[in-house]
């Protein structure tokens, strides 16, 4: 069983990796599951304040993910209708566009028809608060993978200093 719950764990972590590009993972919280299956195996006891350290990051981080953009469109330029069209759009790329690439297309577009529904005639600001927009979303998906990588880490290293005694 806890060789099971290893290749669960490390599928888990794995997969938060792969969460941080994907919109329909939570990268942070998929890769902190991995450590907590790790922590259910008889032999591996990870400390809980270990734990609730890590999924206090995974949780802010996942909270974070929806602000950055926004705070992305208002650093550009960006008026109050660019940073909600920012959020409408993040939502509607999550859920509503099936590609890979749904909240950058979603976030961009909308921080677009917010700045043009505020000023219609100034294309170029609404074009420098949508770069802001995608920016905000790179800079997003470096964080949640940042954090996910040192997830890895962390349970590649707990694996280490236990493998004797899963093996």
Not at 21 to 26: D, G, I, K, T
Not at 97 to 124: C, Q, R, V
């Amino acid at each position: 069983m806890d060789i099971f719950l290893l290749f669960i764990g490390f599928l888990l972590v794995l997969l938060g990796i792969v969460g941080s590009f994907l919109p329909v993972l939570p990268g942070p919280l998929t890769g902190w599951l991995g450590l907590l299956t790790l922590h259910f195996t008889s032999i591996i006891a990870i400390n809980w304040t270990f734990l609730g350290i890590t999924l206090a990051i995974a949780i802010l981080i996942w909270v974070l993910d929806y602000i950055i953009p926004a705070i992305g469109t208002k650093r550009f330029g960006g008026s109050k209708n660019g940073v909600y069209g920012t959020t409408i759009g993040l939502f509607i790329g999550l859920f509503f566009i099936p590609i890979p690439f749904g909240l950058l297309i979603g976030a961009f577009f909308g921080a677009l028809i917010g700045e043009l529904m505020f000023d219609s005639k100034d294309t170029n600001r609404a074009l420098k608060a949508s770069f802001g927009s995608f920016i905000g979303i790179l800079a997003s998906a470096t964080i949640k993978f940042s954090v996910s990588f040192v997830f890895v880490i962390l349970f590649l290293m707990k694996f280490w200093e236990y493998k004797a005694s899963f093996f």
